[in-house]
């Protein structure tokens, strides 16, 4: 074979002698192509795999059985909550409607695929500066036209599948430009005695292929996900598959109705390297092999090769094992839906997957050899010049600036503090009637699933520049963030996905970034008592100013013992007061203004480190968060994180129609009135109270968290900020709101 073929496909010379090692001879072009995407960073994990090994359950599932489709928590009650995150940035870059909107899919399937009803879809996205001015023109209108296609294949995607896309985030920085990310993950509940697994076994089973027939749409698309994206972005369209969100709806019903019969041994979904990853997976984890005939799959086009048919990503697809002499029950299900189900192999015990096409093998690899040794690199880490640069930021050389009340407008409706009402006022929230609390009204979205009187809070967060700026820090504060926000609402932390989004792994300063943010979040994670349970990882998204900003985005699952008790952040009317819970900082480096929103918004500079956060903390601040909420202790909450306690205060009373006289809290080390009103400091939350709940709420602050009150509730919409009985800032709630929620309209429409 030729090297410019195999190399085509992403493999090295080293690695193609490697798999002539493996098999013994010389493999065939659809082996080749095989190889290639399971040995793909996207499949293989090959520069990531051994830094994921921090993550105890991951170490755990690959020392193990084996990772399954997405990890599950059990919430009592007999019941289980799945969930997980996936990126689909190279696809979104290039086809920003499909690339989205199959995201959304293929995250459902790893759902349902559990056995688990998805019950909710949140997303994160992260793009190139969208107002005139802040980039060339050509680059801001491919920045919006990819904000608009994104956000249209998610909500045309989610809006027809019927899970509700119930929570998520939005931002924008120049790093994104052409290379968006777009991240989507999906929660699902099930009955934690029913899980399915993907393991194959029992032989001489039938191998049934379910869903839509395949085409040549995707081919490569792991391989394609695992290297930088050129220039030439028309060229990788055929690598972008099309999604059908009611083939899925189909599928779901289909899928679901078969593994109650009990006659499904093991199931999986078609993702990333199509028929090819599920034959090996399911394989590998059952310690099989399997018989595959490629003349039954269903095919959109019938002069289809055994390579195409191995590597295509054609969307709503699954493979399942049925046990004998079952396979019939599976099937009839299936067509009652009007879904595809046929019989395409069978289980056998030599651990070898043998593919025919036309009666000829095109195919006979070993599945562990592909499933199990993926050569595995590290790259030696180089600190980068701008984290060293950024410890010894000097905030005194900025200065403060003369009209704090018109800075506050100003970063109100800056893109990424702006109201995200253009996003997610396109996203169906309360299909499936269990959403409780609704995008804009609270921290994280609040579920009431049936069959329990419990509720599951759950948020997606990351801030790429805290990353960039402090890796270690930015890992702990993605977790501490997130943690924050489903707390907020009175859900205990019980466990995290991450979806981590990096540049190129082989350069030293962002494998470094890497390595540091992966232990910032394993320390915090272990500290919190949050597992990861599953996750994804994509490297190699650059955009036009080299590698984007390093981006993990932590999706947080918490608990409430009663769905009925939530809260969101806006203010109820009988509310009087306003108060601030937090703990004390150890060390406030550059007074809580480092790599803020503040200083790059309103001072141009992308400098400083952030406050890292005291992990024991951090857990100690939630549950106490927790327990007030199930206490009816307070009756709202926003924790305080960009833009700082100024547009925390705004948001919660902007919201809510009222005005107050705040008194900035006295913080250690902090001497700068722009500090004070924008730093952002982690474990600060404000809260609100009625006056019953005033006269109460001391009597539930543990040793260890500080509360103070920062003012009472007024009915005007005047706000007025004060420090030391002096006036620093007057703001109009009703001004501060047309602010904020004209940003992202007057840009996108």
């Given at each position: 074979?030729?090297?410019?073929?195999?190399?085509?496909?992403?493999l090295?010379?080293?690695?193609?002698?490697?798999i002539?090692q493996?098999?013994?001879?010389?493999?065939s072009?659809?082996?080749?192509?095989m190889f290639?995407?399971?040995?793909?960073?996207?499949?293989?994990?090959?520069?990531?795999?051994?830094?994921l090994?921090?993550?105890?359950?991951?170490?755990?599932?690959i020392?193990?059985?084996?990772?399954?489709?997405?990890?599950i928590?059990?919430?009592?009650d007999?019941?289980?909550?799945?969930?997980?995150?996936?990126?689909?940035?190279?696809?979104?870059?290039?086809?920003?409607?499909q690339?989205?909107?199959t995201?959304?899919?293929?995250?459902?399937?790893?759902?349902?695929?559990?056995?688990a009803?998805?019950?909710a879809?949140l997303?994160?996205?992260?793009?190139?500066?969208?107002?005139?001015?802040?980039?060339?023109?050509?680059i801001?209108r491919?920045?919006?036209?990819?904000?608009d296609g994104?956000?249209?294949?998610?909500g045309?995607?989610?809006?027809?599948?019927?899970?509700p896309?119930?929570a998520?985030?939005?931002?924008?920085h120049?790093?994104?430009?052409?290379?968006?990310?777009?991240?989507?993950?999906c929660?699902g509940?099930l009955?934690?005695?029913?899980v399915?697994?993907?393991?194959?076994?029992?032989?001489?089973?039938?191998?049934?292929?379910?869903?839509?027939?395949t085409?040549?749409?995707?081919?490569?698309?792991?391989?394609?996900?695992?290297?930088?994206?050129e220039?030439?972005?028309?060229?990788?369209?055929?690598?972008?598959?099309i999604?059908?969100?009611?083939?899925?709806?189909?599928?779901?019903?289909?899928t679901?109705e078969?593994?109650e019969?009990?006659?499904?041994?093991?199931?999986q979904d078609?993702?990333?390297?199509?028929?090819?990853?599920?034959?090996?997976?399911?394989?590998?984890?059952?310690?099989?092999?399997?018989?595959?005939?490629?003349?039954?799959?269903?095919?959109?086009?019938s002069d289809?090769?055994?390579?195409?048919?191995?590597?295509s990503?054609?969307?709503?697809?699954?493979?399942?094992?049925?046990?004998?002499?079952?396979?019939?029950?599976?099937?009839?299900?299936?067509?009652?839906?009007?879904?595809h189900?046929?019989?395409?192999g069978?289980?056998?015990?030599?651990?070898v997957?043998r593919v025919?096409?036309h009666?000829?093998?095109?195919?006979?690899v070993k599945?562990k050899h592909l499933?199990?040794?993926?050569?595995?690199?590290?790259?030696?880490?180089?600190?980068?010049?701008?984290?060293?640069?950024?410890?010894?930021?000097?905030?005194?050389?900025?200065?403060?600036?003369?009209?704090?009340?018109?800075?506050?407008?100003k970063?109100?409706?800056?893109?990424?503090?702006?109201?995200?009402?253009?996003v997610?006022?396109?996203?169906?929230?309360?299909?499936?009637?269990?959403?409780?609390?609704?995008?804009?009204?609270g921290d994280?979205?609040?579920l009431?699933?049936?069959?329990t009187?419990?509720?599951?809070?759950?948020?997606?967060?990351?801030?790429?520049?805290?990353?960039?700026?402090?890796?270690?820090?930015?890992?702990?504060?993605?977790?501490?963030e997130?943690?924050?926000?489903v707390?907020?609402?009175?859900?205990?932390?019980?466990?995290?996905?991450?979806?981590?989004?990096?540049?190129?792994?082989?350069?030293?300063?962002?494998?470094?970034?890497?390595?540091?943010?992966v232990?910032?979040?394993?320390d915090?994670?272990?500290a919190?008592?949050?597992?990861?349970?599953?996750?994804?990882?994509?490297?190699?998204n650059?955009?036009?100013?080299?590698?984007?900003?390093?981006?993990?985005?932590?999706?947080?699952l918490?608990?409430?013992e009663?769905?009925?008790?939530?809260?969101?952040?806006v203010?109820?009317?009988?509310?009087?007061?306003?108060?601030?819970l937090?703990?004390?900082?150890?060390?406030?480096?550059?007074?809580?203004?480092?790599?803020?929103?503040?200083l790059?918004e309103?001072?141009?500079i992308?400098?400083?480190?952030p406050?890292?956060?005291n992990?024991a903390?951090?857990?100690?601040?939630?549950?106490?968060?927790?327990?007030?909420?199930?206490?009816?202790a307070?009756?709202?909450?926003?924790?305080?994180?960009?833009?700082?306690?100024?547009h925390?205060?705004?948001?919660?009373?902007?919201?809510?129609?009222?005005?107050s006289?705040?008194?900035?809290?006295e913080i250690?080390?902090?001497?700068?009135n722009?500090?004070?009103?924008?730093?952002?400091?982690a474990?600060?939350?404000v809260?609100?109270t009625?006056?019953?709940?005033?006269?109460?709420?001391?009597?539930h602050?543990?040793?260890?968290?500080?509360?103070?009150k920062?003012?009472s509730?007024?009915?005007?919409?005047?706000?007025?900020?004060?420090?030391?009985?002096?006036?620093v800032?007057?703001?109009?709630?009703?001004?501060?709101?047309h602010?904020?929620?004209s940003c992202?309209?007057?840009?996108?429409?």
């Open positions: 074979m030729a090297p410019e073929v195999y190399r085509s496909m992403g090295r010379d080293s690695e193609f002698e490697q002539v493996l098999i013994g001879r010389e493999p072009l659809t082996e080749v192509g290639a995407v399971m040995w793909s960073e996207h499949c293989g994990y090959k520069y990531s795999r051994p830094i090994n921090y993550f105890k359950q991951y170490k755990e599932a020392e193990g059985e084996g990772l399954e489709n997405a990890g928590v059990d919430i009592g007999g019941l289980g909550v799945a969930m997980k995150v996936e990126s689909h940035n190279h696809p979104s870059a290039v086809e920003p409607y690339g989205a909107a995201g959304v899919g293929g995250i459902i399937r790893d759902i349902f695929t559990m056995g009803r998805p019950i879809s997303n994160s996205l992260r793009f190139g500066p969208i107002r005139d001015g802040e980039a060339r023109d050509e801001v491919r920045n919006r036209f990819l904000v994104v956000v249209r294949g998610i045309g995607y989610g809006n027809c599948v019927g899970v896309t119930v998520g985030e939005v931002s924008f120049p790093r994104f430009s052409g290379r968006p990310l777009v991240n989507a993950m929660v509940i009955d934690v005695n029913k399915a697994t993907a393991g194959a076994g029992g032989v001489g089973n039938p191998v049934i292929y379910l869903g839509s027939a085409g040549k749409d995707g081919i490569h698309g792991a391989t394609f996900a695992s290297e930088e994206l220039d030439e972005n028309d060229s990788k369209r055929p690598n972008v598959q999604g059908d969100p009611f083939a899925e709806k189909q599928l779901i019903e289909a679901l078969a593994l019969t009990g006659a499904v041994h093991s199931i078609m993702g990333a390297a199509g028929l090819t990853c599920s034959t090996i997976e399911m394989s590998a984890k059952g310690n099989v092999g399997m018989e595959i005939d490629l003349d039954k799959v269903p095919m959109r086009e289809m090769t055994g390579y195409e048919l191995m590597l990503e054609s969307q709503e697809r699954m493979l399942a094992v049925a046990h004998k002499g079952r396979e019939q029950e599976v099937i009839d299900v299936f067509h009652k839906w009007g879904v189900a046929e019989i395409i069978h289980v056998n015990d030599t651990g997957v025919t096409r009666g000829e093998v095109v195919a006979e599945a499933a199990d040794t993926c050569p595995t690199y590290r790259t030696e880490g180089v600190e980068p010049e701008h984290c060293i640069r950024a410890k010894k930021f000097d905030i005194n050389s900025v200065p403060e600036p003369s009209d704090i009340s018109q800075t506050i407008l970063l109100a409706g800056s893109p990424n503090l702006a109201s995200k009402a253009w997610y006022g396109q996203y169906d929230q309360q299909v499936q009637t269990q959403t409780c609390l609704l995008p804009g009204q994280a979205a609040v009431a699933p049936r069959g009187k419990k509720g599951l809070a759950v948020k997606i967060d990351g801030n790429g520049l805290w990353v960039r700026q402090s890796p270690y820090v930015g890992g702990q504060l993605a977790v501490a997130a943690a924050r926000n707390a907020c609402t009175g859900g205990l932390p019980v466990a995290a996905t991450d979806g981590l989004n990096y540049g190129s792994p082989e350069d030293p300063g962002i494998y470094w970034t890497f390595d540091e943010s232990r910032g979040i394993a915090a994670c272990e919190m008592a949050t597992p990861v349970i599953s996750g994804n990882v994509s490297f190699y650059h955009g036009d100013l080299g590698e984007v900003l390093p981006t993990p985005m932590i999706g947080m918490g608990i409430l009663s769905a009925e008790k939530y809260i969101g952040f203010i109820p009317q009988e509310a009087e007061d306003l108060w601030l937090n703990y004390d900082h150890a060390e406030v480096p550059q007074q809580g203004l480092g790599a803020s929103a503040y790059t309103i001072h141009g992308e400098d400083g480190i406050v890292p956060p992990m903390n951090e857990k100690l601040l939630c549950s106490t968060l927790a327990k007030l909420v199930d206490h009816c307070i009756s709202a909450a926003h924790d305080v994180s960009e833009g700082g306690l100024a925390c205060v705004l948001e919660m009373l902007a919201s809510s129609n009222k005005g006289e705040i008194d900035l809290p250690p080390n902090v001497t700068r722009d500090a004070r009103l924008f730093g952002e400091f474990g600060f939350v809260v609100a009625t006056k019953e709940q005033s006269n109460q709420i001391q009597s602050i543990p040793s260890g968290l500080n509360l103070r920062l003012g509730l007024g009915l005007g919409d005047q706000v007025n900020f004060r420090y030391n009985g002096e006036a800032a007057v703001v109009s709630a009703t001004e501060w709101r602010w904020h929620t992202l309209e007057k840009v996108l429409d």
